[in-house]
């Protein structure tokens, strides 16, 4: 079997940033490339979601940096999820993400692994400034990376 290419989908290549502090914000196709500057919120959750998948945004990618630690957690959300922090998807239709983290610390601890999140998430008063998730598609799925400190720094909901 050849290989095929599945995608050429444009990008800002991380040379446009942005800070995220509220929840709602859905990501678009026009979005692939950028810089997210994430912050945890005092007063409640923060939640992003990502855009549908779909073979047009195959190559689509984004980079989410914690910059600011509070309360509450930030969470990057599976198209069409129900999923929040702390409680799994309800609807079984929602795009999925794989998940992998590597957790860089002294700690010993493993990183986690997980076929089919729906919501992967900065933890609340755990997470440290500095910790980076990054999101790919091949437009069938999302593959997200995490690298954190510790293992209990980022989290997934399935």
């Given amino acids: 079997m050849a290989n095929a290419r599945i995608g050429s989908h444009p990008s800002h290549g991380y040379q446009l940033a942005e800070t995220i502090d509220t929840t709602g914000k859905q990501l678009g196709w026009n979005d692939s ?23 047009e945004i195959a190559g689509w990618h984004a980079k989410f940096i914690l910059k600011t630690t509070a309360a509450n957690d930030f969470g990057i959300v599976a198209y069409g999820s129900s999923a929040t922090v702390g409680v799994g998807a309800t609807d079984g239709d929602s795009d999925s993400i794989v998940f992998m ?11 986690t692994m997980d076929a089919d999140s729906d919501l992967i998430y ?25 690298w954190t400190r510790t293992p209990a720094d980022v989290d997934d909901v399935s």
């Fill in 33 to 55: 490339g950028k810089l997210f500057f994430c912050v945890q919120n005092a007063t409640a959750d923060v939640l992003v979601y990502l855009p549908k998948l779909s073979t």
């Fill in 101 to 111: 983290e590597f957790p860089s610390g002294d700690d010993g601890g493993a990183g």
């Fill in 122 to 146: 900065f933890k609340a008063s755990v997470s440290e400034a500095g910790n980076v998730i990054e999101m790919h598609t091949d437009g069938t799925k999302w593959y997200a990376q995490a």
